[in-house]
Structures are given as C-alpha cells and as structure tokens.
C-alpha cells in the first residue's frame, strides 16, 4: 500500500469511527455488503472503510477546470470535463450544464470525429437557459471518461453565439450527468464521478453540507425552491451554464423589487443565447434562500442576484409566476455534491455572500 493509499484508508477510518454501530450496519446494508458477521464495531468500521475504499476506486476524479473567470470570482466559471472522443480532435473539453437537457456537440467537433463511430438521428427539441432548441440528434460511440467507455448522445449545436471558445467541443447535459453522482470541489478544484449509490452507502460524505431536494420539471430540468426575501417558494432551474443566477421581475417584484425600486441597477450583465439572442439583465439585492431539509444547515445566500424575463421561463410556463435560473455563484461555492438520479443536491451552507 502507497503512502496516497495508506492515507485514504486512515481518512475513511476516522470517519467510520464517528457513526453509531447501528448507522455502519445501515450503510453496508446499502452497499449489499454483509455485516452480521462483525461482532465489534471496529470490525463493521474495517468493513465499511473497505466498502468505501472499493466505491472510490471505481469513481472517476480529474481537476476542476473553470473556463470564463469574471473580476477574479473563483466561482464566475463554467465547469469544464475532459472527454476522450476520438478521430482527429481526440481530447476535447466539455461545459458541464445542469441547465440543459440533452447534450450538446459543436459541428466542428462533429466534423473531426471518426465517421464509423457517429451515428445519425431524428432531429429533436431540447431546452437551455435561454429557450428551446431544435436540432440534429448524432450517438457518438467509444466516448471516455477517464476508463469508462460510452455512447454520447447529442445534439449538434453551434455554440459560438455564447462566447465559447472553438476549442469546446460541446455542453454536457442532464442525460449524462445522470449516469453519475458528482462531486465538485471548488475550493480544492477538484471533480469526481462517483457511482450510483456513492452517496447511500457513505463513500461521499455529505455531513457537512445543505441537502437540497430536486424537483423533475415535465420538460426534464431539475429545478428547486428558492425564496428572495423570505418570499413565498417558487422554482428555480438548478443551471450551472450560468455565471450568475437570475430572476424573473415576477420573483423580484414578489420579493419587493420592481422594475422602479430604487436598488435596481441597469445596463449589467448581457445573458446569450445558442440562437444568438440576448438581453440586457438588471441586478438587485436580495437574500435568497434555497429550501432544503429542515433540520439541515443555512442555506440562505446574501447578494446580488440578476433580473431579467428570460425565453426559458416562458418554455417552462412561468410567463406570470415566479422564477429564477440559480447558477454558479450559488452552486459553485466550496463544495457540492449533484445527484440528478436520485433528485437531491448537496450545497455547502450560506455563510458568505454571493453574486457580484
């Protein structure tokens, strides 16, 4: 055993030893691993630290990359994965975006992948943050992750219309993040795909963070409840293809900023869409406050918040309700643990504001 390893076995170690008996036997039970023939409790704390060990080894880690700081935000960034696609292009980086249903690749990334390894498909309807979309659908088979080979399935979109760089080779949506449990690391910039069941049987620790249930939107979004100075409840996209999150003026104006409330600043950020629209978004104050558990920990964010009626919200039926996008300078803060499978986010606690 390496010294990387040793270390490993002495953190998941530690960690068993702080739960009851009755909560390790629970966590094997979850992993479909046996306990009743552990008659002390350091016997169950060895079995569910080998447990662990064992669901890590099968996780995928690589380094958190952020693409587009903004004014030195660590948090202003799209999350980006490396995929191994093949061809000509070979390595090619991906945005993660919870705020799209399906995946997306660009045509110039299309265009460098090996023919025998794209499949065509029907064209179909997808959703971003800033509307619908419709587009050719293409499978692109002996896709990696790491070890793990796949098919990517995705819609051939051209991105440059939102600033991307031409080196991405497209968005990683819902459909594929689906297959995993994610944990990102924002403050030690670090990524890993666990496998299903990661966080049932305790191999991703989540004491320490907001769980946040999530909710499934008919057209496939995973949205939650949020609140903007003690508001009542209304949906919000979970969209890490934003920077910043937005509201609605109908959210705004619920929460007592309107369009001619004094705090209301104009002519702030620009939001683009993939159709090449954009508008303007104002931005306001507020305390927003992201409805999880009740007896877990603060999960209220002090700061500015962008304003603006986007297309999406119309998609979704919001065009006279409340909501909101909640995006990166929300969710990118510390730790966080996304789990589109099994409906639940973990956020780490509002202790600091957000925003710009």
């Not at 630290?49 to 693409?67: F, G, H, K, M, V």
């Not at 619908?132 to 995705?154: I, N, P, Y």
């Not at 049987?201 to 989540?206: F, I, S």
């Amino acid at each position: 055993m390496d010294d990387f390893d040793a270390r490993r076995v002495r953190a998941f170690a530690a960690r068993a030893r702080g739960l009851r008996a009755k909560v390790l036997k629970e966590l094997l039970a979850r992993a479909g691993a046996r306990s009743d023939d552990c008659l002390e409790k350091e016997e169950l704390v060895r079995r569910v630290t080998e447990t662990w060990i064992d669901t890590e080894n099968d996780a995928i880690t690589t380094r958190l990359r952020q693409l587009g700081n903004i004014g030195g935000n660590p948090r202003a960034g799209y999350a980006l994965v490396t995929l191994d696609v093949g061809g000509e292009i070979g390595l090619c980086d991906f945005v993660i975006d919870t705020g799209a249903t399906t995946a997306l690749i660009t045509p110039k990334a299309l265009e460098m992948l090996d023919k025998e390894n794209v499949t065509e498909g029907a064209a179909v309807r997808g959703l971003t943050g800033t509307g619908e979309t419709l587009r050719q659908k293409v499978s692109v088979s002996d896709v990696r992750l790491g070890s793990k080979l796949f098919v990517l399935d995705a819609v051939v979109t051209d991105l440059s219309a939102v600033g991307l760089p031409p080196q991405i080779g497209g968005l990683l949506g819902l459909d594929f993040l689906s297959k995993f449990e994610i944990e990102f690391n924002f403050t030690d910039s670090a990524l890993k795909f666990w496998p299903k069941g990661s966080i049932a049987n305790g191999a991703v620790d989540t004491d320490d963070l907001v769980k946040i249930p999530l909710h499934l939107h008919p057209v496939g979004l995973r949205t939650v409840k949020c609140s903007l100075n003690n508001s009542a409840p209304f949906d919000a996209i979970v969209d890490m293809g934003s920077f910043f999150s937005v509201a609605n003026w109908m959210a705004s104006t619920t929460a007592g900023i309107g369009p001619d409330s004094p705090e209301v600043k104009r002519g702030g950020l620009q939001v683009s869409g993939v159709d090449g629209g954009s508008m303007q978004m104002a931005m306001a104050p507020f305390d927003l406050r992201v409805i999880g558990e009740a007896e877990d920990l603060s999960s209220t964010y002090r700061g500015m918040c962008c304003v603006g009626d986007l297309p999406a919200f119309n998609a979704l039926g919001a065009s006279v309700s409340p909501m909101m996008a909640l995006g990166l300078d929300v969710i990118g803060r510390g730790r966080m643990v996304f789990n589109a499978s099994d409906n639940c986010m973990y956020l780490s606690s509002g202790d600091e504001t957000y925003g710009v």
